[in-house]
């Protein structure tokens, strides 16, 4: 079971701090100026949090992890991090929106390292990105009532919608 050997493995954890005033701060903040400017809109001040580290066994292809924190921004499932990596001197999202701890592994795809997140959700790298390992769930019959829903959809005239 893939699921489980996920569950088993251990990284190395990516801290994520308060680093105001640095490059990294600056960085991240101009990366999600819309959040923070939707948490202004609801009157927050929202906690920038960042993190750094080598995505490569080889010590290159620096990340930038970050997440930002306020009541608006944040759900059940806690504050959402982002993973960037640097592309011709330009920051590049390649992992969007994972909640929960952040590690990474030392197993490799494509000479760039697994992510871990909340103990049991594997991502790997496949064609310049982060992709999930979690296979989504067949739920029995939903294919096909997606498509009688979309026939009878198709079938009634524009003011009847």
Not at 43 to 57: C, D, Q, Y
Not at 125 to 142: H, S
Not at 144 to 153: C, D, L, R
Request: charged share 20%.
């Amino acid at each position: 079971m893939p699921g489980y050997a996920a569950a088993r493995a251990k990284g190395e954890p990516v801290v994520l701090t308060d680093q105001r005033g640095t490059v990294l701060d600056s960085a991240a903040r101009l990366l999600n100026a819309d959040d923070l400017q939707a948490a202004a809109r609801h009157k927050e001040k929202p906690l920038v949090l960042v993190g750094s580290a080598p995505l490569s066994a080889n010590g290159q292809n620096m990340a930038l992890f970050v997440q930002v924190q306020s009541a608006s921004l944040c759900g059940s499932a806690g504050c959402s991090t982002d993973v960037y990596v640097k592309r011709n001197g330009e920051w590049a999202k390649v992992l969007d929106s994972v909640s929960g701890p952040v590690e990474l592994l030392s197993t490799t795809h494509g000479g760039i390292k697994d992510i871990l997140v909340d103990g049991s959700d594997r991502w790997i790298w496949k064609n310049n990105t982060y992709v999930d390992t979690l296979a989504a769930q067949d739920v029995p019959g939903l294919k096909a009532s997606v498509q009688k829903h979309q026939a009878e959809m198709s079938e009634q005239p524009d003011s009847d919608r």
